[in-house]
């Protein structure tokens, strides 16, 4: 989900590589605009950048393959892939983290992901839908964590709190890590911890009712707290 590219943009202006992945509609229009103004840009004739149009209704490894077999596996060797206030969006996250498993068996080793905490922003008792109508569904920490580890994404988990995007500065975002690196700085400095907590197993799939459409989430359990990490 890049959107305009904004920030995408000044990762580009600082050296990084990028697949930029956004769904159908002017979105990935404007990134690669935004893209193509910069100096390195012109100076290497849109060398280091990928453009990935990808509707999740229609997603599969199958269709994965396909979008991305432009793009050599040397550029997938050891990427960050990078889902910041993305999936809380998304009407069929599994799918989503499908495409992350896709990309891990392409070479990557590191999947950021970040999302509102539903008890933090709407209290305890809100069990959705979502009131502004903007996001698909929102998960408690606990919810989250069971959501990330029943992925299959390989690697070591990691969450802790971030300040969401809206400028308030509130730590009311979770913002998880799962990688296969072994010399990750866990936690980052200066930062609110999570509760330690306990996986407590994948149930099979259940419809959720989220405002007047039924999406298919894991259906998870709530409360599951412990002393013990992941």
């Known amino acids: 989900g890049c959107g305009g590219g904004l920030k995408a943009v000044e990762l580009y202006k600082r050296g990084y590589n990028l697949v930029l992945i956004e769904r159908p509609g002017p979105n990935l229009a404007y990134?690669?605009?935004?893209?193509?103004?910069?100096?390195?840009?012109?100076?290497?004739?849109?060398d280091g950048v990928y453009f990935v149009e990808l509707s999740f209704v229609e997603y599969d490894d199958a269709h994965a393959s396909s979008i991305f077999s432009g793009i050599p596996d040397r550029v997938f060797q050891g990427a960050v892939v990078n889902s910041a206030d993305v999936i809380e969006h998304v009407a069929l996250p599994h799918r989503l983290l499908a495409l992350v498993r896709y990309l891990f068996r392409r070479g990557a080793t590191t999947f950021v992901v970040s999302t509102p905490e539903r008890h933090a922003h709407r209290g305890a008792a809100h069990m959705g839908p979502d009131p502004t109508g903007s996001n698909a569904q929102l998960w408690a920490w606990d919810e989250f964590?069971?959501?990330?580890?029943c992925s299959e994404i390989p690697g070591e988990l990691h969450l802790q709190w971030t300040q969401n995007y809206e400028g308030s500065g509130e730590w009311v975002t979770v913002l998880g890590v799962l990688t296969t690196m072994t010399d990750l700085q866990w936690p980052l400095d200066n930062t609110p911890q999570l509760p330690n907590i306990v996986h407590h197993g994948c149930p099979e799939a259940l419809p959720v009712q989220e405002g007047n459409k039924e999406h298919e989430r894991p259906h998870l359990k709530q409360g599951a707290t412990s002393d013990t990490a992941i």
């Open 145 to 149: 964590v069971s959501l990330l580890a």
């Open 31 to 46: 990134a690669k605009a935004h893209i193509k103004h910069t100096e390195r840009y012109a100076s290497t004739g849109g």
